[in-house]
Nanobody, 113 residues
Framework: QVQLVESGGGSVQPGGSLRLSCATSGRVTSGRGMAWYRQAPGKQREWVALITSIGNTNYAASVKGRFTISRDNAVSTLYLQMDSLKPEDTAVYYC???????WGHGTQVTVSS
C-alpha cells in the first residue's frame, strides 16, 4: 500500500513563497506520473500541476508561471515550488499518482496579509 505524506505548508503573506514536498513509500514511483491538487474551503478539489514519468510538466492556468512541479525519483519525493502566492491560493494541497490512488492528509497553505 503506497502512502503519500504532504508537508511544507504554512501561512505566508501575498507575494511570498512556499515549497511543498510529497514523500511516497511502499513502491517505486519513478515510472509513474504524479500531480498536485488543492481544495479550498467550500470548493471541490482541483488539479494544480502534473509531471509525467519522463519529466514533462503541465499546469492549471491559475498557477502557470508561478508554481513549479518537480520530482526526485532517487528519494521518491514530489515537490511544488510556489512563488508569488495570492490569497486565492489558500487551500489544502494534496499529491497523488496519475491516475489517483488513496489520498493523503494534505498540507494547509494560507495566504493572507
Amino acid at each position: 500500500q503506497v502512502q503519500l505524506v504532504e508537508s511544507g505548508g504554512g501561512s505566508v503573506q501575498p507575494g511570498g513563497s512556499l515549497r511543498l514536498s510529497c514523500a511516497t513509500s511502499g513502491r517505486v514511483t519513478s515510472g509513474r506520473g504524479m500531480a498536485w491538487y488543492r481544495q479550498a474551503p467550500g470548493k471541490q478539489r482541483e488539479w494544480v500541476a502534473l509531471i509525467t514519468s519522463i519529466g514533462n510538466t503541465n499546469y492549471a492556468a491559475s498557477v502557470k508561471g508561478r508554481f513549479t512541479i518537480s520530482r526526485d525519483n532517487a528519494v521518491s519525493t514530489l515537490y511544488l515550488q510556489m512563488d508569488s502566492l495570492k490569497p486565492e491560493d489558500t487551500a489544502v494541497y494534496y499529491c497523488n499518482f496519475l491516475p489517483a490512488t488513496t489520498w493523503g492528509h494534505g498540507t494547509q497553505v494560507t495566504v493572507s496579509s
